[in-house]
């Protein structure tokens, strides 16, 4: 991961990400966000449709996987694969409809993340806490002119993406244009599994990666830090769970490391590749070779 870092006598990261809650105050409306989001969803049984859950599954795979797991995760933040301009346009969309932030926020949290982690500045390590690693950690209000000074540090690249900068701009935009039209097409039904399940459930399918793939499962690389590859959090979050491998070669556009760790983003990657839609995708062995190399 290509992360420029700048004077570290300034520990920015650790001031941001102090997991000390008493002595911070509450972020307000990412708390309320994050308490309707999951009332609507403990409310979704109670209006079940066909075509609630029809929005519930599409919706899950487009912002979760092509979102999240394609465009947030391997291709903007680490960069292990580059995507035709229409394409690339259609993948931010899908990031921005999860509702997990804006796309600088969350490049660069995560890219903290692998500069310091399990270690003093991480954002969400499982050692300051269980339900700090899953989700206590987006609550606190942080200094934005903290903020801004990590976003330059660390998502210098990203600043220059015109495709990111817009996505960044115009984010809250599309969650209401989609919350609307949910509603317009199959009223409360629509809404309430298309918007608020499925986000609930894109959420924790996030935060799983943060708190269990630090806590439970098996490694096959030795790292610094304590992730782990576990099976079940790789079923339901398109192969992220094997976590271990991704720590070891953050960069690789593939995340299943043998045979049987199915990776469905990395299927979505190859199917791109084939098509010509992604390029310079790399892939585990390459970037083996290339910190071989690097360490000569």
Known sequence: MNVIVTDLSVDLETAYFEPKMLNR??????????????????IAPFY???????????????????????????????????????????????????????????????????????QEGDPHSPLDGNWWSHFLWLVPRRKRQTHGLLIAKYTPDLLQDRCCIFFNRTYIFWNILLGAALLGFGGLSCFLWGFCLRTAMVWHMTWLINSATHIWGYRNYTTSDQSRNLWWVALVTFGEGWHNNHHAQPTAAYHGHRWWELDATGWVISICKILRIATKVKSPKLVASKSQAQSV
Do not use: E
């Open 48 to 118: 079940f449709s066909w075509q609630g859950l029809v929005c519930l599954i599409t919706l899950y795979c487009y912002t979760g996987c092509l979102g999240i797991t394609f465009c947030y995760h391997r291709m903007l933040t680490h960069r292990g694969f580059k995507l035709h301009t229409v394409a690339k346009w259609f993948a931010h969309l899908a990031g921005a409809l999860a509702l997990q932030g804006r796309p600088l926020d969350w490049a660069m949290s995560h890219r903290i993340h692998h500069a310091r982690s399990d």
């Open 25 to 42: 105050p509450i972020n307000w409306p990412t708390f309320g966000a994050i308490g309707l989001i999951h009332v609507g969803a403990l």
